[in-house]
């Protein structure tokens, strides 16, 4: 948990510093009482009422962001989706087959020699038009 090389500190390194701190925070003025006095008083012997405390209080959803962050510009929603749709709609209808897409298409055994020794072979593709097997003749 060495600084970065970018000079700043590394997140890891801040968390475990900002808990040290905490920590260490609220037990100081009962370790500075004791080293004072050589006792300590009875209030910081009695255990925390947890019903009393301010914990008791705080609700989870308090410590995480709230659902749409203030910074989060209203229109990034839209342009984002309008993005998507201009790209699936060039991608998927606008756009002509080239010799890659040709290339997938082709079967597997004709791309690399000596995969059907390996592969099971795959079953004939149905035909066009499916009709019902009751139908056929």
Known sequence: MLPTGSGGLSPTFLLLRTLSRRAAATLLPALQRRAAGGKASAEDEKPVVYSTSKAAQWKAEQSFRSARPADVPEVQRWSVLASLV????????????????????????????????????????????WVPPAWRD
């Open 86 to 129: 201009a790209f699936m709609v060039y991608f998927c209808i606008l756009r002509e087959e080239n010799d890659f897409d040709q290339s997938l298409m082709r079967p597997l055994s004709d791309t690399i020699p000596g995969i059907d020794k390996v592969l099971p072979p795959t079953p004939a593709p149905a035909p066009r038009k």
